[in-house]
């Protein structure tokens, strides 16, 4: 186990409501990462929190905001959802500011009707 | 065309194989390659990284990196049945606040 843990597991929500993801880091990693994983593909990029300040960000609307804590737990919040927001949302926590050496939990799998 | 390919799969092989997984690229200025294994209703674990080209090796893993190709490999010797999981590759420009960009895995199964 990596001790990245999220919640919840699953969760179903209808088209335009808003949605709150959470997600508790390792002990003294300072850097998460949200990532969502379509099914059949690798995971994509939305974020990363370090300090508690957004340092870096792919290609995702607005609609798609985070916020990070000082007892490393994190959370994505997606307004207004889409059908194609259904996915699985990874969250990952690494030791510095790098990407390089990151872990994961176990996900959200986030069904929007 | 994406910026990483990686074939989906399923790739099916009998235990005690050795596994081959590959991915290419198209932007030169990638400079860290990872992998990762997936298992079914986990999040991701990192198996090994390398920065630039060569090789790094790791108990039964071996990573490769060819740049001059835009070509890694990930080898698997003695395969075992607990290897079977999808396997996702994923590079960035540089060790800081860079965003990486994943294939999107190739599925492998070890049958006994």
Redo the contacts between chains.
């Keep these: 186990e990596t001790g990245v843990t999220q919640s919840p597991t699953h969760l179903i929500k209808t088209r335009g409501q808003q949605v709150t993801l959470r997600c508790s880091s390792q002990s003294g990693h300072n850097t998460v990462s949200w990532y969502q994983q379509a099914l059949g593909q690798g995971p994509q990029f939305i974020f990363q929190y370090y300090r508690e300040e957004e340092n870096g960000r792919g290609n995702f609307p607005p609609r798609f905001s985070g916020l990070q804590f000082p007892n490393y737990s994190s959370e994505l919040n997606v307004n207004a959802l889409e059908l194609d927001d259904s996915a699985l949302y990874l969250c990952a926590s690494s030791p510095g500011d790098g990407l390089e050496e990151q872990y994961f939990g176990p996900g959200t799998r986030l069904t929007v009707t | 065309q994406k910026e ?1 390919e ?1 074939d ?1 799969g399923p790739l099916s092989v009998p235990e005690g194989a050795i596994v081959s997984l590959n991915c290419t690229y198209s932007n030169s200025a990638f400079q ?1 390659f ?1 992998w ?1 294994r997936q298992y079914s ?6 198996l090994m ?1 390398t ?1 630039s080209s060569g090789n790094k090796e790791d108990g039964r893993f071996t990573a490769q990196v060819d740049k001059s190709s835009k070509y890694i490999s990930l080898f698997i010797r003695d395969s075992q049945p607990s290897d079977s999981a999808t396997y ?1 590759c ?1 590079m ?1 420009y540089t ?11 190739t599925s492998l199964i070890v049958h006994p």
Excluded: D
């Design positions: 990483v990686q989906p860290y990872m990762y209703r986990k999040g991701p674990e990192l990284y920065y996702l994923a960035s060790g800081g606040s860079y965003i990486p960009t994943f294939g999107r895995g």
